[in-house]
Each structure stands twice: as structure tokens, then as C-alpha cells.
Nanobody, 114 residues
Framework: QVQFVESGGGLVQPGGSLRLSCAAS????????MAWYRQVPGKQRELVAS???????DYVDSVKGRFTISRVNNKKTLYLQMSSLQPQDTAAYYC????????WGQGTQVTVAP
């Protein structure tokens, strides 16, 4: 089965930056669309950002201009560079292949607070 291990989360102050990493194993990676999601308790998971196999990116409106999704295919790693973080960005962040019904990983918690 495929596995995704998220890391890089933590507690940051508003306006701060954080880079999340997602290590994939046992999965097709290169040429496959990947995505970052986030979930706040009591709400459904939200698609935050995606990147296609040819590098085309897309973002939810609330993070445009602040987040950057990228990938290193030969390392099977996905990244989410998060800047100008706001309290509203507080959530558990997850990664997976965008169009595959993968199981969710453990996620990594991002908390933005003074």
C-alpha cells in the first residue's frame, strides 16, 4: 500500500513561515498530480494546493500568494512552503495523490498563534 509521511509542522507566530514535507513510499509519484489538504476539527478536509505532473499549480483562494507547492520527483517528496501565516491557517495538513483514493496519513499539525 502507499504511504505518505508528513512533517515540518509546528507552532509559529502570525506572519511567520513554515515548510511542510511529504515523503511518499510504495506509490507512483512522478507524472502524478499531488495535493496538500488541511482539516480543522469539526470541518471537512479542504484541498489547499495541488501540483500536476508537469508542474502546474493550483491553490485555494485563501492561500494564494502565500503558499507554494513544489515537488522533487526523484526523491518522491512533496513540499508546501507556507509564508505570511495567519491563525486561520491552523489545521492538520495532509498530502496524497490528488486523483487516487489513498488512505490518509498521520498529518502534521500547524498552529499559528501569538
Amino acid at each position: 500500500q502507499v504511504q505518505f509521511v508528513e512533517s515540518g509542522g509546528g507552532l509559529v507566530q502570525p506572519g511567520g513561515s513554515l515548510r511542510l514535507s511529504c515523503a511518499a513510499s510504495g506509490s507512483i509519484f512522478s507524472g502524478i498530480d499531488m495535493a496538500w489538504y488541511r482539516q480543522v476539527p469539526g470541518k471537512q478536509r479542504e484541498l489547499v494546493a495541488s501540483i500536476s505532473g508537469v508542474g502546474i499549480t493550483d491553490y485555494v483562494d485563501s492561500v494564494k500568494g502565500r503558499f507554494t507547492i513544489s515537488r522533487v520527483n526523484n526523491k518522491k517528496t512533496l513540499y508546501l512552503q507556507m509564508s505570511s501565516l495567519q491563525p486561520q491557517d491552523t489545521a492538520a495538513y495532509y498530502c496524497k495523490r490528488k486523483y487516487f483514493l489513498d488512505s490518509w496519513g498521520q498529518g502534521t499539525q500547524v498552529t499559528v498563534a501569538p
